[in-house]
């Protein structure tokens, strides 16, 4: 069972220079509410651990198949090793069972070609976890990165975290997609984070095709953020088919330059965030590729697009400078 202060983690990924200021450690917490057909991180989307195997680190051992694997990998009908989907119940449909289960089965693999996708964490476990690196982040002005999945999903948690962290003087960042119910984020307007915040597309209806979520609950949420003068980082997915348009991308940025603008005009944000320098609103323009339908076939999930798509690097730079014409500072790669 979970306790409140527990949470659900499916990486703790160290030295990240990405995803905030400095040297960075990011906890990935699993779980999201959309299912963008682009996703990075597929075996972030459900909330249970989930079973992953990659058949090009199979040496073919037949470990995997003893009596201790609890039937969760098969020989398939070509005699290949797989994974049995729908991953079948252990003893009872008790998930802390199957997780044990998944687990051993994981560590009977002596090549690493079976991995589990989350273990639950005490926030004193990452906590420990996180401060290993403490050296990097004072030296570097880096800190921590909760990202996912939703870390918000996981707000009782999260809540502790961040503020065992500040306690701490440790700069905090939040990467989020805002798809959460209202007054969630209230609490972690009390602490001085980076809120690093997707912004997919502002048409309600491609939206939700593209990711299945409402927009108009991202929107007030990102409005909520602003209006009380928080610092936002804009994110933006350059998908192929979705929002690689210029009308798309027009919208992105007048919204993103509102939201800044926003922001920026609280009282007391240049004070409260970073002394008395106003940071210029910043946005980076992250470019679609392929590199995550390794981890869609270990989930044994089809890739949903085409290989060999991507975004035209003059599109994204007529953007970048329609981004500085609105006052944005603009990154591209993020
Ligand atoms: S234990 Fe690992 S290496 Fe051996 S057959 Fe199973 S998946 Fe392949």
Redesign the pocket.
Known sequence: MLAAMDGIIFDIQRFSTHDGDGIRTIVFFKGCPLRCTWCENPESQATKPELL?D?R?????????QPEASGL?HRDAAGR?AIVRPVPATGSANARISHAAMEATAG????L??RVAGRKMSAGEIIAEVMKDEIFFRNSGGGVTFSGGEPLLQSGVLLELVRSFTGLGLDCAMETCLAIGPGTIEPFLDFSLTWLVDLKHTDARVFREGTGGNLSMVMDNMERLADSGAKMVFRVPVIPGFNDNDQAMGGILAYAAMLASMAQSQQGFAGRQHGAAVVKPHLDLLPYHDLAAGKYAALGRPYPYARGLSVSRAFLEYHAKAGAELGLEIGIGG
């Open positions: 195997f058949p680190h199979c040496i073919n051992c037949s470990s995997c198949l990998m090793i009977l693999c002596p090549s070609a079976i």
